[in-house]
């Protein structure tokens, strides 16, 4: 069964610091990727990894697949209010079917 | 551009009824997937369908079934409830149509289910 764990589970900072959430799993997966949800709302995509060693950047989130492809993280510089919400990698298992990880809940307090 | 339409948002049953839900996906999107989100368990996957085909099922009982109409909107069942049902249902589309999985997956907001 492929898995895809997600540290820390909970971070709550203040705005203006710096994080960094995790995304492991003992698979290797075509590619990967992060969503950010909202309360009452579903996962709105933020990126898609495809090759091993990628680095994506999207303003403040810096997004990076690690070389064998196993394990992912996320880098958010100077957070805000905003960026509060509950984040979910996705790692894309064979055909038609994406493995969810087990979240991190963000809260960027001002 | 409509994004994906799930109905109903809300919905409250009893243990032993059974439930459907339905999701109207993206125009032009041929790809549709189920996944049930609780607060133990996180996201999981359900079943994928295209062309109204089922390409993929996850690890859930048979009482949790799915189906696609020709004009790509799906409507997934749970039959006999059970409490450990209680979930957000969320549906999502996509434009991929084979090969890797690199397509984008739209959310709609989820039909929220309390099994009582």
């Known amino acids: 069964t492929q898995l895809l764990e997600q540290s820390p589970q909970f971070l709550s900072i203040q705005e203006g610091e710096n994080l960094t959430v995790y995304c492991n799993s003992s698979?290797?997966?075509?590619?990967l990727q992060w969503y950010r949800q909202e309360p009452g709302e579903g996962p709105v995509l933020l990126v898609t990894?495809?090759?091993?060693?990628e680095v994506k950047k999207l303003k403040r989130l810096t997004f990076q697949f690690g070389d064998a492809r196993k394990d992912s993280s996320l880098h958010i510089t100077a957070a805000q209010p905003g960026d509060t919400g509950l984040y979910l990698c996705a790692g894309a298992s064979g055909t038609y079917k994406y493995i969810f990880g087990t979240g991190t809940r963000l809260k960027v307090l001002a | 551009k409509a994004g994906v339409t799930q109905t109903p948002r809300y919905l409250i049953k009893t243990r032993g009824q059974q439930v459907t839900l339905s999701c109207s996906p993206i125009s032009g999107h041929r790809s549709v997937s189920w996944y049930q989100q609780t607060p133990g368990q996180g996201l999981q996957f359900l079943f994928e369908?295209?062309?109204?085909?089922?390409?993929n099922k996850g690890n859930f009982p048979g009482r949790f079934s799915g189906r696609q109409f020709s004009n790509s909107r799906s409507e997934m069942n749970v039959s006999t409830l059970e409490l450990g049902d209680s979930a957000l249902y969320l549906c999502?589309?996509?434009?991929?149509?084979?090969?890797?999985?690199?397509?984008?997956?739209?959310f709609g907001e989820g039909s929220r289910l309390t099994v009582l």
């Open positions: 999502a589309s996509s434009r991929t149509s084979g090969g890797l999985n690199t397509g984008e997956l739209f």
């Open positions: 990894v495809v090759t091993g060693g």
């Open positions: 369908y295209f062309s109204e085909t089922q390409r």
């Open positions: 698979s290797v997966f075509s590619s």
